[in-house]
């Protein structure tokens, strides 16, 4: 919560596993005492750039047990006569007052190392990460060609069922179509046959008059 222009920690959530707090370039005056209530486990504080005047305020943070690293720089408590030795009298149990002990040596960057360590120690009790990856790859890879295939399968039988569907209808409309050319020449010969049965009959009537005459 660097540089966010927070004046207050009254609306802190609880954080109890919470190790390194990152509070820097704000507008804190006070309240410090609310970050052991709710943050009881810190390690690394950064109030750098804050407005922490006298020794009263940081006197809050003696309930934090677990401080190693505390960083005042750019507050004007820094400003105050023997401050840094005032500060480590005051909180007995920290090692770095902005960044270096009380014989001026540079603190190392023991947070990070330890973050670190812990993520060694995590990846070796979980056994290399890439083995499960490429397994769950190589599964996934697997089922995914499994389905592509069974999909295609399906829609070459779809497709095929589609074609005979399609033979089968044109069968029906040429046999369909056949029927009714037949029907059609059936009809014209009975009409043929009734035309020549008609003339037939008026052939000898035809004869009759010519004789008569």
Do not use: W
């Not at 505390?70 to 023997?82: A, G, H, V, Y």
């Not at 960057?109 to 120690?121: A, C, G, K, L, R």
């Not at 290399?128 to 397994?135: A, F, I, L, S």
């Not at 009409?191 to 000898?204: M, N, S, V």
Request: charged share 45%.
């Amino acid at each position: 919560m660097a540089n966010v222009e927070l004046t207050s920690l009254a609306k802190l959530p609880t954080l109890s596993k919470l190790r390194k707090l990152e509070l820097s370039d704000n507008i804190i005056s006070g309240g410090l005492e609310v970050l052991a209530e709710r943050c009881p486990n810190l390690t690394y504080l950064n109030l750098s750039g804050n407005k922490i005047k006298d020794l009263g305020t940081v006197e809050a943070l003696q309930n934090l047990k677990n401080l190693k690293s505390l960083d005042l720089f750019n507050c004007e408590i820094t400003n105050l006569e023997d401050y840094r030795d005032s500060i480590f009298e005051l909180l007995q149990q920290i090692t770095y007052l902005d960044g270096f002990d009380q014989e001026d040596n540079e603190a190392p960057d023991s947070e990070d190392d330890d973050d670190e360590d812990d993520d060694d120690e995590d990846e070796d009790e979980a056994g290399p990460p890439g083995e499960y990856e490429e397994e769950d790859d190589e599964d996934d890879g697997g089922s995914d060609l499994g389905e592509g295939e069974e999909e295609e399968e399906v829609g070459l039988s779809y497709l095929m069922k589609e074609e005979i569907q399609d033979e089968d209808d044109d069968d029906d409309y040429v046999e369909e179509g056949g029927d009714e050319e037949e029907e059609e020449v059936k009809e014209d010969k009975h009409i043929a046959q009734g035309i020549r049965g008609e003339k037939r009959k008026r052939d000898p009537e035809d004869e009759g008059e010519e004789e008569d005459d």
